[in-house]
């Protein structure tokens, strides 16, 4: 992880043109980004194309000259519009949601990799929604409560007692 000051200099030099600072930042970030949004949305493909579009979304937001304060957090916070997004979508399409949910992790699933974040997935998601996003951005991603009250747009103290709600229903899960 980088330190604010390392992504405010990386910053300043994609505002002067140094697309390899992008690459640094897209290169640093990439595997959280995607490791947050396929454990939300359940497909590698979606989660790599959703990934993708958060970075394309950050480059022009970046272009257009706006001041970031926390990059990091922007980052997260585009990523959870885009999945919420994807979830609007796919309501307004034919399936209905519920049976899109279940989505394939990889088309091979005797993959350890595949097992392993279909049942983290399965598992988070019997969660109320609510307590979904504090675990996964705090406990999860290492987002302090400031970075993720910024990202829900929630008061910190709101958040610390859903990731605590949340983290008890999961070991009551993970008990039975």
Not at 96 to 115: K, R, T, V, W, Y
Not at 143 to 167: C, M, N, Y
Request: some cysteine.
């Amino acid at each position: 992880m980088l330190f604010r000051f390392q992504e405010k200099i990386l910053i300043r030099e994609i505002k002067n043109g140094n697309q390899s600072a992008f690459a640094s930042l897209y290169n640093e970030y990439i595997d959280s980004v995607y490791r947050f949004i396929l454990l939300r949305v359940g497909s590698i493909e979606v989660a790599k194309d959703l990934a993708s579009d958060c970075f394309l979304k950050i480059f022009d937001f970046l272009g257009s000259g706006a001041k970031i304060e926390n990059f990091r957090a922007l980052l997260f916070k585009i990523a959870r519009h885009k999945i919420i997004d994807f979830y609007r979508q796919q309501s307004k399409s034919t399936v209905s949601l519920e049976d899109a949910h279940p989505a394939n992790f990889a088309s091979d699933e005797n993959q350890p990799l595949a097992l392993e974040v279909k049942r983290v997935r399965e598992i988070i998601s019997s969660l109320k929604e609510e307590y979904q996003e504090p675990v996964l951005l705090y406990y999860f991603e290492g987002f302090s409560w400031k970075e993720v009250a910024d990202i829900l747009d929630l008061p910190p103290a709101t958040l610390r007692q859903r990731a605590h709600r949340g983290i008890k229903m999961l070991k009551e899960k993970l008990e039975q």
